[in-house]
């Protein structure tokens, strides 16, 4: 039994490729949910100000999504999600400062402990013109606004958490491996995806 986490930055294509690994491994699929925060909209017109409520809003509907997977976790061979934990605290410590920023730590460093590792880590990993490319056609109207200098630095962020993971991390280049387009390059990365989660 595996529980693969899919995981990169906005627009990389995570939720793509979650459906594809749960379809080969007949998997439960866990996708993130983005448009119940309430606060999102108003994070990408104002981020000072909304940065606070968007993050805690993301890391307890989170928390309380992966604890119920893992209550569930009995009853299913393989789980494949698109989005990991920690990347809330990712976001947080780039979003956050000050008192805001020691309240939230200190929130997350109560939870994590209580949610199991993820047996694999695929993580896509993309520049951010490819990421605003990505961005526009899926048509969020939320996102148009996206600063590039905010995505290279959720890229370096990711980048450095997946250096120090304390779980194995396979590392997909996002503009080398076209798995939606291309059949021949979603069935090779698939057969490699899949042997290192039966492995795990």
Not at 14 to 35: C, F, G, Q
Not at 139 to 162: K, S, V
């Amino acid at each position: 039994m595996a529980t693969i986490v899919v995981e990169g930055p906005i627009g990389v294509g995570k939720t793509s490729l979650s459906h594809y690994l749960a379809s080969e491994l007949d998997a439960r699929v866990v996708l993130e949910v983005v448009e119940e925060n309430p606060f999102l909209a108003s994070f990408y017109d104002d981020p000072q100000r909304y940065a606070f409520q968007t993050q805690v809003f993301f890391l307890l509907s989170r928390f309380r999504q992966h604890m119920a997977l893992a209550q569930e976790a009995l009853f299913h061979r393989h789980t494949v999600s698109d989005y990991l934990f920690e990347k809330d605290f990712l976001f947080a410590s780039l979003n956050l400062a000050g008192a805001e920023w020691e309240l939230y730590r200190e929130l997350f460093e109560q939870l994590r402990p209580r949610l199991p590792r993820p047996d694999l880590v695929v993580y896509l990993r993309a520049e951010p013109a490819l990421l605003l490319e990505r961005i526009a056609k899926r048509g969020r109207p939320f996102e148009h606004t996206i600063d590039p200098d905010y995505l290279q630095r959720i890229g370096e962020a990711y980048d450095d958490h997946f250096r120090h993971a304390p779980y194995p991390v396979h590392v997909v280049e996002a503009a080398e491996v076209d798995y939606v387009a291309n059949e021949d390059d979603r069935r090779a990365l698939l057969r490699e995806l899949i042997s290192q989660a039966r492995a795990a």
